[in-house]
């Protein structure tokens, strides 16, 4: 067993993000998940990413408040417990629309021999 205490998590910056802070709860440490690493987004009104996409897919749960998800056509309003998932290759853009920091995990698979993000 791992344990990482939310005391312990490390901020990450990620690419095309603004008005957020991430903390990475699990990943890229020895020890830690060996598929998969968790992020916590903190995402504050008007906060958000891309458009854009990855090679990898990505599971967004909504933990507090409310995020806008956009991929292609389809736009959907996420609330607490709600979770989607992005495949890879999709672009898809977040937006925070709403008065309220909106909170989220965000469960990435590891990119293919590169660093960490």
Same mark, same amino acid.
């Given at each position: 067993?791992?344990?990482?205490?939310?005391?312990? #998590?490390? %901020?990450?910056?990620? $690419?095309?993000?603004?008005?957020? =802070?991430? @903390?990475r709860l699990?990943?890229?440490?020895?020890? *830690?998940?060996t598929?998969?690493?968790?992020?916590?987004?903190?995402?504050?009104?008007?906060?958000? #990413?891309? %458009?854009?996409?990855? $090679?990898?897919?990505?599971v967004? =749960?909504? @933990?507090?408040?409310?995020?806008?998800v956009?991929? *292609?056509?389809?736009?959907?309003?996420?609330?607490?417990?709600?979770?989607?998932?992005?495949?890879p290759?999709?672009?898809?853009?977040?937006?925070?629309?709403?008065?309220? =920091?909106?909170?989220?995990?965000?469960?990435?698979?590891?990119?293919?021999?590169?660093?960490?993000?």
């Amino acid at each position: 067993m791992h344990v990482k205490r939310f005391a312990d #998590a490390a %901020p990450y910056e990620a $690419p095309h993000h603004h008005g957020v =802070v991430g @903390l990475r709860l699990q990943g890229f440490e020895p020890g *830690g998940p060996t598929n998969q690493w968790v992020g916590y987004s903190q995402f504050l009104p008007g906060g958000g #990413a891309g %458009p854009d996409a990855t $090679p990898f897919e990505k599971v967004y =749960v909504v @933990l507090s408040g409310e995020m806008t998800v956009r991929a *292609g056509e389809h736009e959907i309003v996420l609330r607490p417990l709600d979770s989607c998932t992005i495949p890879p290759n999709e672009v898809r853009e977040i937006a925070n629309r709403s008065n309220h =920091v909106c909170t989220m995990l965000v469960i990435i698979p590891y990119p293919s021999r590169s660093p960490a993000p």
